[in-house]
């Protein structure tokens, strides 16, 4: 039977269990393991990613209580099926004319909060993870993949409130304000102000100042509008 294949992981200064379990957790936001994938046995995955049993047993055990993974005696580890939650919650919601401004105003209701429960619960692993989109977003990039990291930074903070239904939320309302990222990421300005108000947010949670992430991502939402509604210069 195959088993998913792990890539390489990037060593930093932080404990070995929670930089396996920030690159195992990356993987599984941006799909490259996708739901139902079966990891390798114990022995063999700690040997491929050079790290010890016990690193990867804290690592997994974490996966584990955020739900990303699945893990049955005999039958190994699995990856969790994420849009599950947001296929069942949205499927209740399919007879209701759902407007993108109804879903902007649940985004300003929900990300502040989401953002302030981060920087309360968010733990070493969640913030390599956010670094790392970090490190990655400039103003350069082609309007695609700068939106496409937009969304794995919102999604990734989501995951580090430590509540599904959170992140259940997170992935519905990132569907239904699709064209407004659009909309945001079509200019270098608008590039920009998406990059530095995610690093106005990750310092806040970083150092775990609930207000301030608060605070931090309700500007950062309404700077967003006001570049999606500019005409383009």
């Known amino acids: 039977m195959a088993f998913a ?31 139902g994938d079966r990891l390798p046995p114990e022995r ?20 584990e209580s955020k739900k990303l993974v699945e893990r049955k005696q005999g039958r190994g580890s699995t990856i969790a099926d994420l849009s599950r939650g947001a296929s069942q919650l949205q499927g209740n919601l399919a007879d209701l004319d759902v407007e993108l401004g109804y879903a902007t105003e649940l985004r300003d209701l929900v990300e502040p909060r989401i953002a302030q429960l981060a920087a309360m619960r968010a733990q070493d692993s969640n913030l390599l993870s956010l670094d790392e989109v970090l490190t990655r977003s400039h103003t350069g990039l082609p309007a ?3 939106m496409e990291l937009d969304i794995e930074f919102h999604t990734l903070l989501a ?47 970083s150092e775990h100042d609930g207000p301030a992430a608060a605070a931090a991502m309700e500007q950062h939402l309404r700077e967003v509008r006001e570049i999606s509604v500019a005409p383009p210069g």
């Open 5 to 35: 294949s792990i890539p390489p992981m990037r060593r930093q200064s932080r404990s070995v269990s929670a930089e396996l379990a920030a690159h195992l957790e990356r993987l599984i936001i941006s799909g490259e393991l996708r739901a």
């Open 44 to 63: 063999e995955l700690a040997a491929n990613m050079n790290v010890s049993r016990a690193s990867l047993r804290e690592a997994m055990f974490e996966l």
């Open 144 to 146: 695609e993949e700068s």
């Open 159 to 205: 995951h580090a409130a430590q509540n599904p239904l959170l992140v259940t939320l997170c992935t519905m309302t990132t569907e239904w304000t699709r064209r407004t990222r659009v909309l945001s990421h079509r200019t270098a300005l608008g590039r920009r102000v998406s990059v530095q108000g995610h690093e106005m947010i990750y310092r806040a949670v």
